[in-house]
């Protein structure tokens, strides 16, 4: 068999993998946040995607808060790390970004302009459906829009309500907050980070994901236009 196959496939290979080098070296904005991260962390494109991730494996356990701070104390550094171990699972802190190509002034405006039509039509749909009666602040405050019916009707009118809301919901575009030289960010995915019912070992993990994820928010959020 030729040679001159096997490198054509290495080439067909190695572009991707190219590409996705250029998109950081491409764009300054990518080039200076890669500059200023952690130490210990990259920054790499992929899929579509950039993604800031720390080299070293995290270990991540599920746990009740108002319990875990009491449990932690009476365990010294090693407990903690076996700990974790016995209970939880290694995985990589980071965090990533959707690409698209940047978008315009002009894109934008369409898209906020098509999004303030679509939640005007939603404020109405309460009036439409003579529900605004049964509007439930106390479920309301949990988050969300709630309505509690009293009659069968109610339940049908809430349900057409709801449809309707969907329906249009639909029609709404997300659009970006952030942007590099080249390319408009939308948040993707988050992983190996504390929250309310995760926690981390080690801790400055999470410490350095929300550095990383405050420095694109402060570097490359929107300029709204005046």
């Not at 919901?169 to 970006?176: A, F, I, N, S, W």
Request: aromatic content about 8%; some cysteine; glycine content about 2%.
């Amino acid at each position: 068999m030729s040679s001159f196959p096997l490198r054509l496939l290495s080439l067909l290979f190695l572009v991707p993998a190219l590409h996705a080098q250029n998109v950081v070296e491409q764009d300054a904005i990518l080039k200076n946040l890669r500059a200023q991260l952690p130490e210990g962390w990259t920054l790499e494109s992929k899929d579509k995607r950039i993604i800031f991730s720390k080299n070293d494996s995290v270990w991540i356990r599920h746990v009740n808060k108002n319990n875990a701070a009491a449990n932690n104390k009476k365990m010294n550094a090693d407990e903690r790390i076996s700990s974790f171990k016995k209970e939880g699972k290694k995985t990589k802190a980071m965090i990533s970004f959707r690409l698209e190509p940047k978008w315009t002034a002009q894109a934008t405006k369409k898209a906020e302009e098509q999004n303030k039509k679509a939640f005007n039509q939603i404020s109405r749909l309460p009036e439409k459906y003579k529900i605004e009666a049964l509007y439930d602040s106390v479920l309301s405050e949990k988050g969300g829009e709630h309505y509690t019916p009293k009659t069968d009707a109610d339940k049908e009118q809430i349900r057409k309500f709801n449809e309707e809301k969907e329906k249009i919901l639909k029609g709404v575009v997300p659009v970006p907050f952030l942007q590099t030289e080249k390319y408009s960010l939308f948040p993707d995915v988050t992983s190996g980070v504390e929250d309310a019912t995760t926690d981390v070992y080690p801790e400055r993990a999470t410490t350095e994901l929300y550095k990383v994820q405050n420095m694109v928010n402060d570097i490359c959020r929107v300029q709204k236009q005046p």
